[in-house]
Structure formats: structure tokens, C-alpha cells
């Protein structure tokens, strides 16, 4: 083992967060970290939010952990996506037991088209007035998310996925994402549910057992998947893997929350869960699943850290998974 994984902290709890997924990659494998900059404190020093260094560093290696930039957040990370030929944001989000959740029963999984829709980055200001944004599908990424997806399903034994989109309203666009998801599962006899994203976001909060496997646009990808962050007790859980031929990027959903940051308070199993999916894209199944282990385990007995109800910090947290790792 002697993988090339590039560790960019980038701001806020990223410093923090970050460090402890480290520390438990180190544990579990013999990898070499290559550390780089990205978000706020760079572009400060520098002008640039991701140096070109950073952005080739990303491109060239197996597999980059990012914690989260601040201001500077799209100029950061819209762009890695890019650098690893990212189409699919994977995002998990289940409850622990021992974690107090709204809805201690979810488990499931968010994959979110990853590079186009209301995100392609085509918005202009036509006047004092008026402002507008081009949303963009194509049938091509739309299928490599679907295709994706079928793999995805067939490796965890599910009979299908769901696809969330709004394609009453957005006949063009959505139109386009569902056809060509639903065509592509038809091909792979992967069974489909279509669910308008407005109807999901009330069904999931009711009975989020309904849903395995859900295939979203990028926009509804992102809102859901923090929605179904609340269900589950909070930002500090989600990981997240942004997903290429090739290559990828793991990062927790959460951002540098500056209401904590600094404090070395901040909840550090989304980093550490996001460790383990990277783990799991280098193919060391068992050090994954070792790791997540862990982490549940933790979760459950605790220590925690104050967004969980407990008063550890995150020293405490990590020194804890580390100590239940076999
Ligand atoms: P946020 O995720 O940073 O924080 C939202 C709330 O969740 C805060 O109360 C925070 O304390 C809490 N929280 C988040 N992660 C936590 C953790 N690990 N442990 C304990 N509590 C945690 O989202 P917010 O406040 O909307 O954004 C703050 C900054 O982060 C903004 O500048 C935004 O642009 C950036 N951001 C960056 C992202 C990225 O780099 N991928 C993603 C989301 C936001
Ligand atoms: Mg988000």
C-alpha cells in the first residue's frame, strides 16, 4: 500500500476535521499524504482560492480528502469536481443507534449528478432588474450517473433506485435528466421510481424508509441530502465521495462552520466516514469497513461532541475511534 492520497484541510473546521481523518488513515494503512491548499486563507495570501498546483496535484492523484473552504466554497470545489472527472456525488445518510435522530429508521443513499444543472455556473446580470441562469442537462451525464447508479444497486443487492426530479415543471431539462436515467435502468432491468422532488422532501420526513437508493439532479441532490442530514442528527455525520473514472474526492458534506471553528469542538466522524470511503475506492474493503465500525461504535457509547449532546472535542472523539479500531 503506498497509495498517493492528497489531503487539502482548506478553512475552518476543515483544519480540524481533517487531521483526525488522517490520523485514522495512518492507522489503517500505509499511504502517502500529499498535503495541499484550497479556500479562504490561500486566496488571502495568494489571490487564488485553488492555486493551479493544487487543482494538478488533485487531477494526478488516487484520491484526495477535503474538508471545506469558506467564502470561497464554489471557486474550491466546483472546480476539483472537475479535476477528478467527477459525475456522481455519492452521500449517505443513515442514523446511528445511540445518535438522537428525528428519524432514527433512515438509510439511505443520495447519488447527485454532479456537474451540471442550476451549478454549471452560466448566471448573468442582464440589468438593474434582472438576473438569470441557464440550467444545463445533457443526455450524457445524465446516463453516467444512471449507469452508475444500476452498478451501484446491483453491488448492494437492491432491485432499483429512485429518481427525484421535477419534470412536470421543467419538461426540457428534467425531461431530459429522466429519460435518460429511467431509459438507461430499463436497459440494465434496473427497476425505476420516478418521485417529484417537492413530493420527496415531505415523504422522506415522514417515512424515509421508503427510499434506498435515490438518483437526483445536482441542485435537489445538495438540498435533499442536507434535509436528510437532519433526519439523522446533523451535518457532523455525512460523508460524501465525488466520484470519477478514475480518480475521486471524499469530503463530509458539512462546511467550515464558523460559528465552532476553532474551538476544537467540531464533529469529526463525516471526516472520518468520508476517510472510509475512500477506503473503500482504493479497494481496501476491510480497513472500511474497520473504520466505520469504529465510528458506529463510538457514536453509540459515545464520548461525543457538543452537536451530538455530549461535551467532548473532537481530540477526544478521534482518540476514541482510534482506540476501537481492531
Ligand atoms: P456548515 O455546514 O458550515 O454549518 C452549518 C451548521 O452545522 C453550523 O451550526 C455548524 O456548527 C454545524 N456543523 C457543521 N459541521 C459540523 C461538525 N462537523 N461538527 C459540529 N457541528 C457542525 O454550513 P454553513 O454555516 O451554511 O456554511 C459555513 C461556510 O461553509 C460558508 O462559508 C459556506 O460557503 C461553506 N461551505 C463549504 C462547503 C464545502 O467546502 N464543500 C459546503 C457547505 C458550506
Ligand atoms: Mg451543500
Do not use: W
Request: glycine share 10%.
Amino acid at each position: 500500500m503506498s497509495e498517493e492520497i492528497v489531503v487539502i484541510e482548506g478553512d475552518g473546521i476543515g483544519r480540524e476535521v481533517v487531521p483526525a481523518a488522517v490520523s485514522v488513515l495512518e492507522a489503517v494503512g500505509d499511504f502517502e499524504f500529499v498535503e495541499a491548499e484550497a479556500g479562504d486563507a490561500v486566496k488571502e495570501e495568494t489571490g487564488e482560492a485553488l492555486p493551479q498546483e493544487t487543482y494538478d496535484t488533485v487531477a494526478d492523484a488516487d484520491a484526495t480528502l477535503f474538508g471545506a473552504a469558506g467564502e470561497t466554497a464554489a471557486d474550491v470545489i466546483l472546480p476539483l469536481r472537475t479535476a477528478v472527472g467527477s459525475f456522481v456525488n455519492v452521500r449517505p445518510a443513515r442514523a446511528y443507534p445511540g445518535v438522537d435522530a428525528v428519524r432514527p429508521e433512515t438509510d439511505l443513499v443520495f447519488l447527485r449528478e454532479n456537474t451540471e444543472g442550476v451549478y454549471a455556473g452560466h448566471e448573468d446580470r442582464l440589468s438593474d432588474d434582472l438576473s438569470t441562469l441557464t440550467r444545463v442537462v445533457t443526455t450524457s451525464a445524465s446516463e453516467r450517473l444512471a449507469e452508475y447508479a444500476c452498478e451501484y444497486v446491483e453491488e448492494q443487492g437492491n432491485d432499483g433506485f429512485q429518481v427525484v426530479h421535477k419534470a412536470n415543471v421543467m419538461r426540457e431539462t428534467d425531461g431530459r435528466f429522466r429519460d435518460a436515467v429511467v431509459d438507461v435502468a430499463e436497459g440494465a432491468g434496473v427497476e425505476t421510481e420516478e418521485v417529484l422532488m417537492d413530493a420527496f422532501a415531505t415523504r422522506v420526513c415522514l417515512d424515509p424508509t421508503q427510499f434506498d437508493v435515490v438518483v437526483c439532479p445536482n441542485l435537489a441532490g445538495d438540498v435533499l441530502s442536507d434535509l436528510a442530514a437532519g433526519l439523522v442528527g446533523g451535518l457532523g455525520l455525512l460523508p460524501s465521495a465525488n466520484v470519477g473514472p478514475d480518480n475521486a474526492l471524499f469530503e463530509p458534506v458539512h462546511g467550515t462552520a464558523p460559528d465552532i471553528a476553532g474551538e476544537g469542538v467540531a464533529n469529526p466522524s463525516a471526516a472520518i466516514l468520508s476517510a472510509a470511503m475512500l477506503l473503500d475506492h482504493l479497494g481496501y474493503a476491510d480497513e472500511a469497513e474497520n473504520v466505520r465500525t469504529a465510528v458506529e461504535s463510538v457514536l453509540e457509547d459515545g464520548p461525543r461532541t457538543a452537536d451530538l449532546g455530549g461535551d467532548a472535542d473532537t481530540e477526544a472523539v478521534t482518540a476514541a475511534v482510534l482506540d476501537r479500531l481492531d
